[in-house]
Nanobody
Framework: QVQLVESGGGLVQAGGSLRLSCAAS????????MAWFRQAPGKERKFVAA????????STSNSVKGRFTISRENAKNTMYLQMNSLKPEDTAVYYC??????????????????WGQGTQVTVSS
């Protein structure tokens, strides 16, 4: 089992920045993929970004490319999402997720068995 805990959400004005963290504990292996998804009010949860734990290759959705950066710190078993130039449409609950196998692409939320509780990000205009 893997436990994931997000932090760093909050209220920020448009154009501002936030950094989300996702701390992982439990049965963590170097072949895990980890990802961020977000769910806006009344909408489906959507992929934001993903990182391969070993090697560090990343994938980012077009909607946040150039503004958000995903990274990880192996020694702390922690993943980050640096969010810059935030827009009101970035308002959502942000979830981190992890998986140890790759049945599908990193954007497929159903392929992630482990999820955090979510952290709210609100961007005011």
């Amino acid at each position: 089992q893997v436990q994931l805990v997000e932090s760093g959400g909050g209220l920020v004005q448009a154009g501002g920045s936030l950094r989300l963290s996702c701390a992982a504990s439990g049965r963590i292996f170097n072949n895990y993929d980890m990802a961020w998804f977000r769910q806006a009010p009344g909408k489906e949860r959507k992929f934001v970004a993903a990182i391969v734990w070993s090697g560090g290759s990343t994938s980012t959705s077009n909607s946040v490319k150039g503004r958000f950066t995903i990274s990880r710190e192996n020694a702390k078993n922690t993943m980050y999402l640096q969010m810059n130039s935030l827009k009101p449409e970035d308002t959502a609950v942000y979830y981190c997720a992890s998986r140890s196998s790759r049945p599908s692409t990193v954007t497929t939320q159903g392929s992630y068995p482990y999820w955090g509780q979510g952290t709210q990000v609100t961007v005011s205009s």
